[in-house]
C-alpha cells in the first residue's frame, strides 16, 4: 500500500448510508441481465483470475489504495499491523459457483515484509461435512474467543475474528445451510494465559468493517457498530476443582489420573451464540471439548452428526430432541424457546468413551437449566 490515505469510515451508528453505483466490473453487473451463462461465467472468471494482481500494481479497478474489496483503508490495514504502511495486499474477487449451489466467496491476503500475514475469507459454512469435524468449528468456535455482544452472530480473539452476514438485505441461508461469514486469522490459535486484548480488539473492528462493506457493496442500508466497547474480558484458564469441570457443579471426569497445567479448562467469556470448555490443550488442540451451541444458524452444523453415526440418545419426560453418542462424540440437539440448540462432548480420540459418557447427561442437564430450555434428561444407550 502506498501512504495515500483515502480515509476510512468510522461511523458506528445505524444511520442509512446510499447503495453505491457499482462499477462495470462487479461480478453482479457481470452476471446479470442479458448475458447468457456461458459468457457470464467466462467473462466473470477472467476478472477474478486478474484482480489480485491488478490491485498490487495499481492499475484496473483497485486504484483507490482500499484492501479486500474496497472495505479497508490505509488505517484500517495499519492497525492490524502495529501502525506499519507497507503491507501487500492480494485478493481473489468476490464470485459464485456457476450453480450458485453456495454462497459468495472470495479471499483477501495481507502481508507485511516482516512475515506477518492476515488471511480473510468469505465463505458459507458447509453443513454438509458437519461442524463436529469441521476445521472452522475447531478453530472459530475455542473458548479463546469473546463474543462480540450486540446481537452480532460472530466471535474474536487475538488470532481469530469472525461475523456472520445478517439476514436480511442479502437474503436467509436455507434451513439447511450455515451462515454466510468473513472470517480472519492470523495463524495457530495459540492457547496462553494472557489474550493480547489490542489485536483481539483491532480484529474484531476489522471484521465489522470487512462485513459493512460487503453490505453496502450489496446496496444494504445501514451500518454494524464497533463491537469493542461492548466485548467481555477475554477467558482465562480456570482450576477444574473449584467447582467442577467447566465451572459446572458436579461434573467429573471418572475415576484419578494425574494431573497437569494442560488439564486447566478455558470457558468462554461473555454472552454469546457459544458456550465453549476445552481442556487438556496441547498447541492448538483441546482432548476434550464440551460446547453449547445456543445460536439455532450454528447448530445447523452439527444437524447431520446428531441424525447418524453412532448409537441413539433419548429424551426423558417428555422434551424434544435427538442425537447420538460413540466412544469419541457425544451430541444431542433439543428445541428450545429459541430453536435448535446443540449440545456435545468431544474428544480427540476413541480412548475417551468412558469420559463422554459420564460427562454428556450432566452437561446436557445444567447448561440445558442454564440458558432456560430446561429441565432436560437424556438417557443413553447400554
Known sequence: MNDTDTGTHTD??????????????????????????????????AVLGGAGVAWQTGTGPFTDDRACWGALGKDDVAALFGGKTDIRASEVELGSDRIESEGPSGQCRLQSPRGRRITVQVHQLDARQGGSGERWADEFLSARLTPLGGGLLGMASDTRAWLAVPDGCTGRPDEHDGPLVIDMETGWTIYQDEVDTGQRDHLASAVVTLVNGFLAEEGCEGVLADPVARMAKPARFEDAEAKGLCGIEGLRLPGKRGRSKFDRPLVTNGEGPVRTCDTDVLFD???????????????????????????????????????FIRDDFGVFQAVCQTG??????????ARRSADIRALLPRYVEAEADRIGCGPLRITLPG
Open 340 to 349: 435448535e440448540v446443540t449440545f456435545l462432548v468431544r474428544a480427540d480420540d
Open 12 to 45: 458506528t451508528g445505524m444511520d442509512a448510508v446510499p447503495a453505491p453505483h457499482r462499477p462495470w466490473w462487479h461480478w453482479r453487473r457481470l452476471t446479470r441481465g442479458r448475458l447468457r451463462p456461458a459468457l457470464a461465467a467466462a467473462v466473470a472468471g
Open 285 to 323: 488442540r483441546p482432548a476434550l471439548r464440551l460446547m453449547t451451541v445456543e445460536d439455532p444458524r450454528l447448530s445447523v452444523l452439527y444437524k447431520r452428526p446428531a441424525l447418524d453415526g453412532g448409537k441413539e440418545i433419548e429424551a426423558t419426560g417428555g422434551n424434544d430432541g435427538h442425537g
